[in-house]
């Protein structure tokens, strides 16, 4: 999804009247009904968000609770506006609220990654006028604060982040030149943000990053047809002979408990079409195998392909079966180069890794484009995902959220079944 570029300039008494404004007068609190739902998946509304946002980013505290960071929304729905405001969803009560403090950087397109000290780095991003940024804070949950920390000598819009074994922070796009964020959780202004010694191979933009069991990270597409390797112990980068078919971006990527990486969806930039394809990169034989299609839905329409898809390992939690089954869910189908209007989509599957295949598992109740989702944790044997408003139908700016439910024990039923078929 393309977000123009030339916005009204709003000063920062218009961000906090954005911030304060425009919060519904009660936020609605869902019960927790679905003990008794006998359906292995299903999704449920929960509260709204307190403002419709598209391009945000979602992190999952260690206390559960889902904080939410900037995004693009409307002021009082007119004036368009990079927000510095950043929510909590509580899991137990199901309800938003927003922080004590606002970022000091109003953005969206930015990326943001829970490190082992439980704080959360946000990274990046577009601001007001749409120019990227190279701003860096983090925020601390025990005192809802957010800390500048400095910048990154490069502007990176949409940016990937991988968590390094030893806890130092990849960062990567929109530059062959990427950069390393080292913590010092006790110390959080003497956090160094410093390039990285290599450089990589290409100047991947809206790309995928994957961590592999190696603690190496797998860099994917991102307008580029290339796959290469960052070893953290050297801080260089390898390219890998497998190739895409094309080029990509918009991809999503997920490590799977044999070691392989799972891509799902794409674009192609070329002529702007979006793919029905999934693929399997092999790491240890280094090659790129197809894998099963996938069909997009659009409540009135007949959407052919996907990209922006958002993933999520349901096991994540589960170090037994952990990379086995994986959420997929929303995205776009682009028609291509002025061939229409960007069709926002309702989709939702199971990627069943060892069986290989594709459980249809929608719709959702709303479309959902330029979103983000994460993980609730588990209640009464369902495993919870939070989806997080995002663009709706006719690019809508929507503050809807829902909840999807997946029954562990009929997903390992299946798992059961796929380790006995011959």
């Known amino acids: ?126 601001g007001q006028n749409g120019s990227w940024l190279n701003s860096v804070e983090i925020f601390d949950p ?45 110390e959080p202004q003497n956090y160094r943000i410093r390039e990285a010694k290599g450089k990589s191979i290409y100047n991947h933009t809206d790309h995928a990053t994957v961590t592999l069991g190696d603690g190496s990270v797998l860099l994917i597409g991102g307008r580029a047809n290339l796959m290469e390797r960052f070893d953290p112990e050297t801080e260089t980068f390898s390219l890998s002979a497998a ?47 197809d894998g099963p299609r996938l069909k997009p839905t659009a409540r009135g329409k007949t959407p052919i392909g996907v990209s922006d898809i958002r993933s999520l390992d349901l096991f994540s939690f589960d170090e037994e079966h952990k990379g086995r089954f994986f959420l997929l869910c929303g995205g776009e189908d682009d028609p291509g180069t002025k061939n229409g209007a960007d069709i926002d989509l309702d989709s939702a599957w199971i990627y069943d890794a060892m069986g290989n295949r594709i459980i249809d598992v929608g719709p959702m109740i709303h479309a959902h ?33 829902e909840i999807f439910y997946a029954d562990m024990n009929y997903l390992l039923g299946i798992d059961h079944e796929n380790s006995h078929s011959p």
Not at 147 to 159: C, D, H, Q, S, T
Not at 162 to 177: A, F, M, S, Y
Not at 379 to 391: C, M, S, W
């Open 1 to 126: 999804m393309i977000i123009h570029k030339n916005h009204t300039y709003i000063s920062k008494l218009c961000l906090l009247m954005f911030i304060t404004g425009v919060l519904p007068a009660d936020v609605s609190v869902w019960g927790d009904s679905d003990k008794s739902d006998s359906r292995p998946f299903y999704f449920k509304a929960t509260a709204d968000m307190p403002a419709g946002t598209v391009a945000h980013s979602a992190v999952v505290l260690a206390n559960g609770d889902v904080l939410v960071t900037g995004g693009y929304g409307k002021l009082f729905g007119k004036l368009p506006v990079a927000t510095n405001l950043a929510r909590i969803y509580d899991h137990k009560q199901n309800a938003w609220r927003i922080t004590k403090n606002p970022m000091n950087v109003g953005r969206f397109s930015h990326a943001s990654i829970r490190l082992d000290s439980g704080k959360v780095l946000i990274v990046g991003g577009r």
């Open 142 to 186: 025990e005192a809802e604060m957010f800390i500048l920390l400095g910048n990154m000598r490069y502007a990176r819009k949409n940016p990937c982040l991988n968590l390094l074994p030893d806890g130092r922070v990849l960062v990567t796009g929109c530059n062959q030149l990427t950069e390393i964020i080292e913590p010092a959780p006790q």
């Open 243 to 289: 190739k895409l078919p094309a080029f990509y971006d918009d991809q999503a990527a997920m490590l799977l408990y044999t070691g392989n990486v799972f891509l799902a969806g794409a674009q192609n930039i070329l002529n702007g079409t979006c793919v029905d394809r999934t693929w399997i990169y092999d790491y240890k034989t280094d090659r790129l195998m």
């Open 369 to 401: 484009d330029d979103f983000d989702i994460a993980a609730l944790g588990v209640e009464d044997t369902k495993v919870k995902v939070l989806i997080i408003a995002g663009h709706g139908p006719e690019d809508s700016f929507q503050a809807a959220c």
